[in-house]
Each structure stands twice: as C-alpha cells, then as structure tokens.
C-alpha cells in the first residue's frame, strides 16, 4: 500500500509516499519564499498559480525518484483545509483528478491533523495518549489526543497564533519574511534583558493570547533608540516571552490530565528556544517530549500522506467530491 501525500495549502508545495510497512519513501519540497518576500508575505493568487507550476512536475519526480509508477499508487491523501481556498484547491481538484484516472481512493486530511501526526514519522513515536501542542502560522492549540481521530481540544489562542505573532513582530523589527526564523536568528544576537509578559497565565485555563506581545514589543520598539542590539534584544525578549508562556500552558496541560507525555508540533517547533524551553519544562515534570525532525515542523507533503493513511484504514474523509475548505475546526473531525 503507497500512499502519495499532495500539501497545498499555504506557501509550500509538498509531496511524498509512505507505505505502512515500510515507512516513509520520499518526500519533496518546493518553497515559495523567495517569490513572496519581494512582498512581505504571501500573496494568495501567486501562492495558487505556484501550486499548479509545481505540483504535478513534484509528483513525478518523487515517483521516479522512489523508482515506483503510477500504477503502484494505492491512494492519494491531499490537504483540505484549513488554508488558502485557492491554494487548496489546487491540491485538491489535482488529488481527485489523479484518483479518478487511476481508479484509487482520495483522501481529504485535516491540515492540522497532519501536523499533530508527524511525530509518529519518526523513530521514537509517541504512544497513545498525549497532549499535543501545535504551533504554525495560523493555529496555537492545545489538545488531548487519546488515539486517531480522538481529539479534545483544551485550549487555544483567542487572537493571535504563535506564529503570526513571530510574524508580525519580525515586520515590526524590520525582518523580512518569514517572520519566525529571521526574528529567532537576530535573538541569538541579544538578551532577553526586558520583561515582556506572560499572558494569561495568571489565571486558570489552557487558552492563549498573544496580541498583548506583539503591542508589547511595538510600544519597546518605538521607545527605543532602533540600534541593531536593541531590536536583537527586543527579539530575545519576546522569544522567550512566547516560549515562557507555552511552557507554563503545557505544564498545566500535562498536571491537570495526569498525562506524561508531550508532542510539539507546527512550524513555530522548529524554533530551537522552545524546543529547549520545553524540554526543560518536561524533565522537572518527568514527562516525555516528542518533535518530528525540523523539515516535518513546517508544511510538508509526508505528515498528509501519514495522516491521509490513517483516515483510509478508518474509512473516512473518502468519496469524489472535492473537499476543499479554508475554515475548518478540529472539533469537527
Ligand atoms: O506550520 P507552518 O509551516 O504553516 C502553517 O500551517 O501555518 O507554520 C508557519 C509558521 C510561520 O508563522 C513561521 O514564521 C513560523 O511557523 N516559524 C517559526 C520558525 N520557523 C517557522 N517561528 C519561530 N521560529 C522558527 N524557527
Ligand atoms: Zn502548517
């Protein structure tokens, strides 16, 4: 059973195969920074016609890169949401055509859920139950997971996702996208030497609010003097600032279910300050920590094919209709 993965959803055109027994087969990538960051992030229409230049030439290549043909394809697993719609359905109409010529399976997967099964692509994966924290561009969400397809949401953010605040506080530091990485490498060069808060963690509850940093660091930024040390010191600040209060979160999450163990997922885990953040946190909890290797933090096509696998043994999320949407809650898988 091959499974081929198809990721459209944002600004990354992924593909892969992976079969049960044998793992994952390949996996490839083609980035759409260089052509979004003329313009300070991703604009939607580029990021659909992207899509259609790349995808189908990717699928050959990891085909023929695996040495396998069409015809050895068993079912095709493509992201259906959440995301870009135009972006999506690139994906998606691309996904059910292929599956329809070769007579095999589609399989629609939640973007997210991609996410939170990525850890299992590696050779240490988390066994059932843990608590998965997953941090990306659009999502911060904090969720009981007792098996596939059996999720409690505990908590989440009521603004903005770790991600975004990244984002939005690189452009406010004159960073170029993407945000994240550009604002963790300059915070290597400074101290968090100023007190940034933890939001909402003075009170009970799992939810985030992350808007509060990133005027925070706006107010820091306009009363400073804007020398590079400063803003790498706002930088610092801020990282550690985000990477406090998931930490805080996920203790809380881990006491109050009584569970031991932690996956991190999403594109902000690839951020090394809380990685280690985290990992500190879990050692005093004696608690397990699990990441999926850092290319399997951000958007790729292996963590659907993974996923798109586990729907098919399930039997859901099948049929020929083109599913393709932009909003779509985890509660409802
Ligand atoms: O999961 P992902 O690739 O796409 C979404 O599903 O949103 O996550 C992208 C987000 C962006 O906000 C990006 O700035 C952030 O992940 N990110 C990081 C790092 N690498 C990616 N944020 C902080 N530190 C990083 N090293
Ligand atoms: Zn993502």
Redesign the pocket.
């Known amino acids: 059973m091959y499974v081929l993965g198809i990721e459209t959803?944002?600004d990354?055109t992924g593909v892969a195969i992976y079969h049960p027994q044998k793992g994952l087969i390949n996996h490839v990538l083609h980035s759409q920074i260089i052509m979004h960051s003329e313009y300070g992030g991703v604009v939607p229409e580029l990021a659909s016609r992207d899509h259609i230049r790349k995808l189908v030439p990717l699928i050959n290549q990891t085909l023929s890169e695996s040495n396998l043909q069409k015809t050895d394809i068993n079912a095709i697993a493509y992201t259906a949401g959440p995301g870009l719609i135009g972006a999506l359905l690139v994906g998606a109409a691309t996904a059910q055509s292929l599956a329809w010529t070769w007579q095999i399976p589609a399989i629609a997967v939640h973007?997210m859920e991609g996410?939170l099964l990525a850890p299992m692509l590696e050779e240490n994966a988390p066994e059932f139950p843990f608590i998965a924290l997953l941090i990306?561009?659009?999502h911060t969400l904090l969720v009981k997971v007792e098996a596939i397809g059996k999720y409690e949401l505990l908590g989440q953010s009521l603004d903005d996702a770790a991600?975004?605040a990244?984002?939005k506080t690189a452009k406010m530091l004159e960073l170029d996208y993407?945000?994240?990485?550009k604002?963790?490498a300059l915070a290597i060069q400074g101290q968090a030497s100023i007190k940034f808060p933890r939001p909402m963690t003075d009170r009970p509850g799992l939810d985030f609010s992350f808007s509060g940093l990133k005027t925070f660091a706006l107010n820091t930024i306009n009363a400073s003097n804007k020398t590079f040390q400063e803003k790498a010191d706002i930088a610092a600040s801020f990282q550690e600032a985000v990477a406090d209060t998931l930490a805080i979160k996920c203790k809380r999450a881990l006491q109050q279910t009584g569970l031991k163990r932690l996956v991190v997922a999403?594109?902000?885990s690839?951020?090394q300050q809380i990685r280690s953040c985290l990992s500190e946190m879990v050692i005093k909890e004696q608690a397990d920590i699990y990441f999926p290797r850092p290319e399997f933090?951000?958007?790729n096509g292996a963590m659907i094919a993974y996923a798109g696998y586990q729907r098919l043994v399930s039997g859901v999320n099948l049929g020929l209709e083109i599913y393709a949407r932009p909003r779509w809650p985890m509660s409802e898988l």
Request: aromatic content about 4%.
């Open positions: 959803s944002c990354e973007h996410h990306s561009g659009g991600g975004e990244f984002d993407p945000g994240g990485p604002l963790s999403g594109g902000v690839a951020n933090c951000t958007d």
